[in-house]
């Protein structure tokens, strides 16, 4: 018991040297709304209006859109992808706050297989990444030596990248890692291996140029590899699976090498070869997705070391859907966004071969803003010397401007507008503000129907006014009981009990427990004993006081409407027994409490 405690102590000092708002500053531009602060959700695909919350007061978070919330341990597991104790020992690092283990013999022996397993797969994709690469070299097997001088590699730059060859045998690799002491079913666990429906094995990949893929540490987390000959229903791409050390979502291809440039931005790419290619030519500023569509893990990745990145995919369909879904994460992000486009077909791999670094630079120059970008697409649907299209490509422009943030940049994009159409800015500003109030009422809409779903979900789908009310009064009471004064001022007239079962009598039981004995009461400590799925609601009860001012005053209400929905509750089960006097003595000591 004392050491439960002890890590108590230890999470709140975590908690209190990590202030929440200071911490969320750092992902999300945060405003202050009475004593609370609200942004755009950071943990979700959160674009118009503000359903994020943060209590300076409580230090939690709470988002009505996703429900996730929390204090700063909550808000890091969600934002970096981290159990709780990695998003501990992260914030006491950044806070210099000692980690003292309390972990039981059995945590620290699991713990330390996870350890021991991701070192050994680092370690197995390492070897794999020198067999491949001495058989790249290999003089006996040129062809794949002879293919990337083709496409103009220098060595350099194919040593740089660690480039190698997977021989067009089915075991050959298995057979090398075998005798380096690792098992068939560990190389399958890593993704070199696949396991046929015999039960025996054979090599993942055979007869490919090899990509090693490189996290932001130095390790060798997967391979890409790239069909030499073709084969019938072979892919020309094959990529490593997920596994323990490795994430698609979470990496880029050459950020290893791209996070220490000069240049102060990024550029993405959509192949390895477009990456490399870019290298060599000077421009150690570009990455690339991995085999997936771009992420908002992967913005926040870029974001750790540049504001700014340039979308340079291919010009194809494929590529202009990727450039918008990339372009909206990265603003999202508040990344600037610029797009280089390449008119004539070729992709970047082929144009700064063909045309030359000097010739890539100054497409760099010219690249356009996303949004000027977006504009263009839409401008060829249109003749704008047509009344009606006019006003039509008026409406589809203004509802991008709506989801423009900056007023400064939204009335630039206004005034080049009104220039090309010859519409007063006024008046395209008044279809923006429409479109706004229509995506803010959309939104608030869907918030709405959010909670209404999440009510009826925890209301056992009960959607009567009056359990609405009910549930809603819950909430602020067991929030404002939370202050001393208040406490005071309404124990003698309600216990746990008075609440519905469920989150809410728990949570009514943990606080009169904590506030009758005069302790402190410590969020993180209230929802360190809720189950991981309940955190948010209770985090949200915790922290949303509505920005009342007297609490004294506004916890009036709340308390009348749980004492009256319990009288009357009282009442029915009563009159039903036929207990007249029972009755009449309940109803006798609720209206003392109410005076």
Same mark, same amino acid.
């Given at each position: 018991?004392?050491?439960?405690?002890?890590?108590?102590?230890?999470?709140?000092?975590?908690?209190?040297?990590?202030?929440?708002?200071?911490?969320?500053?750092?992902?999300?531009?945060?405003?202050?709304?009475?004593?609370?602060?609200?942004?755009?959700?950071?943990?979700?695909?959160?674009?118009?209006?503000?359903?994020?919350?943060?209590?300076?007061?409580?230090?939690?978070?709470?988002?009505?859109?996703?429900?996730?919330?929390?204090?700063?341990?909550?808000?890091?597991?969600?934002?970096?992808?981290?159990?709780?104790?990695?998003?501990?020992?992260?914030?006491?690092?950044?806070?210099?706050?000692?980690?003292?283990?309390?972990?039981?013999?059995?945590?620290?022996?699991?713990?330390?297989?996870?350890?021991?397993?991701?070192?050994?797969?680092?370690?197995?994709?390492?070897?794999?990444?020198?067999?491949?690469?001495?058989?790249?070299?290999?003089?006996?097997?040129?062809?794949?030596?002879?293919?990337?001088?083709?496409?103009?590699?220098?060595?350099?730059?194919?040593?740089?990248?660690?480039?190698?060859?997977?021989?067009?045998?089915?075991?050959?690799?298995?057979?090398?890692? &075998?005798?380096?002491?690792?098992?068939? +079913?560990? #190389?399958? $666990?890593?993704?070199?291996? *696949? %396991?046929?429906?015999?039960? /025996?094995?054979?090599?993942?990949?055979?007869?490919?140029?090899?990509?090693?893929?490189?996290?932001?540490?130095?390790?060798?987390?997967?391979?890409?590899?790239?069909?030499?000959?073709?084969?019938?229903?072979?892919?020309?791409?094959?990529?490593?699976?997920?596994?323990?050390?490795?994430?698609?979502?979470?990496?880029?291809?050459?950020?290893?090498?791209?996070?220490?440039?000069?240049?102060?931005?990024?550029?993405?790419?959509?192949?390895?070869?477009?990456?490399?290619?870019?290298?060599?030519?000077?421009?150690?500023?570009?990455?690339?997705?991995?085999?997936?569509?771009?992420?908002?893990?992967?913005?926040?990745?870029?974001?750790?070391?540049?504001?700014?990145?340039?979308?340079?995919?291919?010009?194809?369909?494929?590529?202009? &859907?990727?450039?918008?879904?990339?372009? +909206?994460? #990265?603003? $999202?992000?508040?990344?600037? *966004? %610029?797009?280089?486009?390449? /008119?004539?077909?070729?992709?970047?791999?082929?144009?700064?071969?063909?045309?030359?670094?000097?010739?890539?630079?100054?497409?760099?120059?010219?690249?356009?803003?996303?949004?000027?970008?977006?504009?263009?697409?839409?401008?060829?649907?249109?003749?704008?010397?047509?009344?009606?299209?006019?006003?039509?490509?008026?409406?589809?422009?203004?509802?991008?401007?709506?989801?423009?943030?900056?007023?400064?940049?939204?009335?630039?994009?206004?005034?080049?507008?009104?220039?090309?159409?010859?519409?007063?800015?006024?008046?395209?500003?008044?279809?923006?503000?429409?479109?706004?109030?229509?995506?803010?009422?959309?939104?608030?809409?869907?918030?709405?129907?959010?909670?209404?779903?999440?009510?009826?979900?925890?209301?056992?789908?009960?959607?009567?006014?009056?359990?609405?009310?009910?549930?809603?009064?819950?909430?602020?009471?067991?929030?404002?009981?939370?202050?001393?004064?208040?406490?005071?001022?309404?124990?003698?007239?309600?216990?746990?009990?008075?609440?519905?079962?469920?989150?809410?009598?728990?949570?009514?039981?943990?606080?009169?427990?904590?506030?009758?004995?005069?302790?402190?009461?410590?969020?993180?400590?209230?929802?360190?004993?809720?189950?991981?799925?309940?955190?948010?609601?209770?985090?949200?009860?915790?922290?949303?006081?509505?920005?009342?001012?007297?609490?004294?005053?506004?916890?009036?209400?709340?308390?009348?409407?749980?004492?009256?929905?319990?009288?009357?509750?009282?009442?029915?089960?009563?009159?039903?027994?036929?207990?007249?006097?029972?009755?009449?003595?309940?109803?006798?000591?609720?209206?003392?409490?109410?005076?």
């Amino acid at each position: 018991m004392k050491q439960s405690v002890d890590f108590q102590d230890f999470i709140d000092e975590v908690i209190e040297k990590n202030d929440i708002v200071d911490l969320i500053s750092r992902y999300v531009t945060l405003k202050r709304v009475g004593n609370r602060f609200q942004a755009l959700c950071p943990l979700h695909n959160d674009k118009k209006t503000p359903s994020f919350s943060v209590s300076p007061d409580k230090q939690l978070f709470h988002c009505f859109g996703c429900g996730a919330g929390g204090t700063a341990i909550n808000f890091i597991m969600a934002k970096e992808n981290l159990d709780f104790m990695e998003a501990v020992k992260l914030l006491a690092e950044r806070a210099g706050v000692p980690v003292p283990d309390y972990r039981s013999a059995a945590e620290r022996n699991r713990a330390a297989e996870i350890h021991d397993k991701k070192k050994r797969m680092y370690e197995m994709n390492a070897e794999a990444a020198r067999f491949f690469f001495n058989n790249l070299i290999d003089k006996k097997n040129t062809k794949a030596l002879d293919y990337l001088r083709a496409r103009k590699l220098s060595n350099a730059t194919i040593k740089s990248f660690g480039l190698g060859y997977a021989p067009d045998n089915w075991s050959t690799l298995i057979d090398y890692m &075998k005798e380096k002491g690792y098992s068939e +079913e560990e #190389l399958c $666990e890593v993704g070199l291996a *696949v %396991k046929r429906d015999n039960g /025996t094995y054979f090599d993942k990949f055979r007869d490919r140029v090899m990509f090693p893929i490189i996290d932001l540490r130095g390790n060798v987390i997967a391979f890409g590899g790239r069909i030499l000959t073709d084969k019938e229903n072979a892919p020309k791409y094959l990529n490593s699976p997920e596994t323990l050390i490795y994430k698609k979502k979470d990496n880029l291809y050459a950020m290893n090498i791209a996070k220490n440039t000069k240049k102060g931005q990024f550029m993405i790419m959509e192949g390895y070869m477009d990456v490399i290619s870019l290298h060599q030519g000077g421009f150690d500023n570009a990455v690339a997705s991995l085999g997936t569509a771009f992420t908002p893990q992967q913005a926040e990745v870029l974001k750790r070391y540049a504001d700014k990145v340039i979308l340079c995919y291919d010009a194809d369909e494929a590529g202009q &859907k990727a450039t918008d879904r990339a372009g +909206e994460i #990265l603003r $999202e992000a508040d990344v600037k *966004v %610029k797009v280089l486009t390449i /008119t004539d077909g070729k992709d970047p791999d082929d144009y700064i071969k063909t045309k030359g670094p000097e010739m890539f630079q100054l497409l760099i120059d010219n690249a356009e803003s996303f949004v000027e970008y977006k504009i263009g697409k839409i401008e060829k649907q249109y003749n704008l010397d047509d009344t009606v299209e006019k006003i039509e490509f008026v409406e589809q422009i203004a509802k991008i401007f709506a989801n423009i943030k900056n007023d400064v940049e939204r009335e630039v994009y206004i005034k080049k507008i009104a220039r090309k159409t010859d519409v007063s800015p006024d008046s395209i500003n008044v279809r923006i503000k429409e479109r706004m109030q229509k995506n803010q009422r959309n939104e608030k809409a869907r918030f709405q129907r959010q909670e209404k779903k999440q009510f009826e979900e925890r209301t056992g789908g009960r959607h009567d006014l009056e359990r609405m009310r009910l549930y809603n009064a819950e909430k602020l009471l067991l929030n404002l009981i939370c202050e001393k004064e208040v406490f005071k001022e309404v124990r003698d007239k309600l216990s746990p009990q008075s609440f519905e079962d469920g989150i809410h009598r728990k949570l009514a039981e943990i606080i009169f427990d904590v506030m009758s004995k005069g302790a402190r009461l410590s969020p993180a400590a209230v929802l360190a004993q809720f189950d991981e799925s309940e955190v948010g609601a209770v985090s949200e009860i915790l922290s949303d006081d509505k920005n009342v001012d007297n609490k004294l005053e506004a916890v009036k209400m709340p308390l009348k409407t749980v004492l009256d929905y319990n009288e009357k509750k009282n009442n029915e089960i009563l009159a039903k027994d036929g207990d007249a006097e029972k009755l009449q003595e309940i109803m006798e000591r609720l209206k003392k409490d109410k005076k």
